[in-house]
């Protein structure tokens, strides 16, 4: 029964929020492209992505003051221009640019700053796992690195909840075992989204 009745009470803040403001229940999703890069390397070999990517990320959280939201982060980031090199035998390109991938677990806040008119700054910590499909690895690798992300960008509303923004991004996760070697990722991202306040 509290359980219920908490639930309510979050449902109806939301709603009665006031419009046009950051208060109540917080929640976006963005696409973005731009350089995205990843680096796995031991002292036997070397798998490399670097060059055009792609990414999706999304936030659900709560203003816990107004302006000031905490929230779950997920994001999901493709590479391009896969490369590997082993034992000697020279470098080769994979064009497949589903060949690695990240997916991006963790948690942020999210800050609307007052007097600068949509204006919002962003960060997050978590982990990040990786995807790859080649000799040494298929599928998900089992590998978790320390990521952060960070964000700036602006919003505009379209109605009393909701709006639609730009923001420009980054992240970057590291990895490092003696028997995996290093893992390594980071992206710069334009991204276009769309969130609910």
Do not use: Q
């Amino acid at each position: 029964m509290k359980r219920l009745i908490a639930i309510l009470l979050l449902v109806s803040s939301a709603v009665l929020a006031e419009p046009f403001t950051h208060d109540g229940l917080f929640a976006s999703a963005a696409m973005g492209v731009g350089y995205a890069s990843f680096e796995n390397a031991d002292n036997k070999e070397s798998l490399t992505a670097d060059g055009f990517g792609m990414n999706l990320h999304g936030k659900l959280g709560y203003y816990v003051v107004r302006d000031l939201a905490l929230h779950a982060n997920m994001g999901y980031v493709m590479y391009s221009n896969f490369r590997e090199a082993r034992y000697g035998v020279p470098t080769y390109v994979d064009h497949d640019f589903y060949v690695v991938s990240s997916v991006f677990v963790g948690a942020g806040a999210t800050y609307y700053v007052p007097t600068w008119d949509n204006v919002f700054l962003s960060g997050a910590l978590g982990v990040t796992g990786y995807r790859l499909n080649c000799h040494k690895y298929s599928g998900n690798t089992g590998l978790r690195a320390f990521s952060f992300n960070l964000g700036v960008g602006k919003d505009w509303w379209v109605s009393e909840r909701l709006a639609l923004g730009v923001s420009a991004s980054f992240d970057s996760g590291e990895y490092w075992s003696e028997d995996d070697g290093v893992f390594r990722s980071s992206s710069i991202m334009l991204n276009m989204s769309i969130s609910f306040h």
